[in-house]
């Protein structure tokens, strides 16, 4: 009797979660805590797994591919070869030197090397993980939220491309009370995308390059869409703070910056533009995931040349803050 009702309660809690929208399962890169730049106060910042953009500057590489991805720290290892004597692959390989190398090309990213390596010279980027088991993370840090006028940021990569996780996900945060963020580059249709609005308490809305062709070159895709549904959140009445990152060379051009004002003053209000200059914090993780860095060696971008970006935005009205 007493087993029965238990079955029954828990089938009633697996029912109700399910309504809630908390078994809703996403990938998940990380999730970092105490953060001050992605919105106001002191907020966690939920990373997503995939992204459509390919921008060379990306300063999260992890979170660019929509699989898992092995993150190889080699100065880490202390050759212990727990990893290949669990590889089943073959992926694990010893070069001339005695250092142990990941073979990407056999790796089948199954985890066990990473699950074994007590070193953390293997880590893995990206867990299935349901809403539930997020917001609950999430709320352990209530008092700082509070206390800051803090809040969840949602980030990537890309959250729109999880749009069912990312709606769930907001919707759980506001049910709890947490001020909400949502970092995003706004290339998806506007129907996945409007749906998240309503939970949504600040944007943050990545805008690079204005012009169509340089768009395509340098990022991948058009930036029609993009600039689109900016017009059309921004309408909606969502509070939006734009952010630019200004890469040498690449992004800081002033015509870009006389075009951006002039779409921005044209859909206002937003709240600002942050003008975020380029730097090398993602450099190191291309090499440990195997990848080449396209930027190798280019050069900052100068308070001169942001305070002259600034001030072509200023003049038609824009609020500008340098870094955000």
Not at 72 to 83: Q, V
Not at 169 to 175: F, G, S, Y
Not at 187 to 214: H, N, S, V
Not at 269 to 295: C, F, S
Request: charged share 25%; hydrophobic share 40%.
């Amino acid at each position: 009797m007493s087993n029965a009702h238990g079955v029954g309660a828990s089938h009633d809690v697996r029912a109700a979660d399910e309504a809630a929208g908390l078994l809703v399962c996403g990938l998940v890169s990380s999730i970092r805590r105490l953060a001050v730049h992605d919105g106001p106060g002191i907020r966690t910042i939920v990373f997503l797994k995939g992204c459509p953009l390919c921008c060379a500057w990306c300063a999260a590489p992890e979170t660019q591919s929509s699989d898992l991805d092995v993150i190889h720290y080699p100065e880490r290892c202390i050759a212990c070869d727990r990893c290949r004597s669990v590889c089943r692959v073959d992926a694990i390989q010893v070069d001339v030197e005695g250092r142990r190398r990941l073979d990407r090309s056999r790796c089948t990213l199954c985890g066990e090397c990473v699950e074994t390596c007590y070193a953390e010279a293997l880590t893995m980027s990206g867990e299935r993980r349901t809403v539930g088991e997020v917001v609950a993370e999430l709320v352990r840090d209530r008092v700082f939220y509070e206390r800051s006028g803090g809040g969840v940021t949602l980030s990537g990569g890309e959250p729109l491309l999880q749009p069912e996780f990312t709606a769930a996900l907001l919707n759980a945060c506001k049910r709890e009370g947490l001020h909400t963020a949502l970092e995003t580059s706004g290339c998806q249709r506007w129907e996945a995308f409007e749906r998240l609005l309503t939970d949504l308490d600040l944007l943050l809305y990545d805008l690079k390059i204005m012009d169509p062709g340089k768009h395509q070159r340098l990022v991948g895709v058009s930036n029609e869409l993009i600039l689109e549904n900016l017009r059309r959140a921004v309408g909606r009445g969502v509070p939006t703070i734009v952010r630019v990152p200004v890469v040498a060379g690449l992004t800081d051009d002033i015509e870009n910056y006389g075009t951006m004002a002039e779409f921005l003053r044209g859909i206002s209000p937003i709240e600002r533009v942050d003008l975020l200059p380029y730097h090398r914090l993602g450099e190191g993780t291309y090499a440990r995931l195997g990848r080449t860095y396209a930027l190798l060696g280019i050069p900052l971008v100068t308070d001169e040349k942001l305070a002259e970006l600034a001030s072509i935005l200023r003049a038609h009205g824009v609020s500008v803050q340098i870094g955000g």
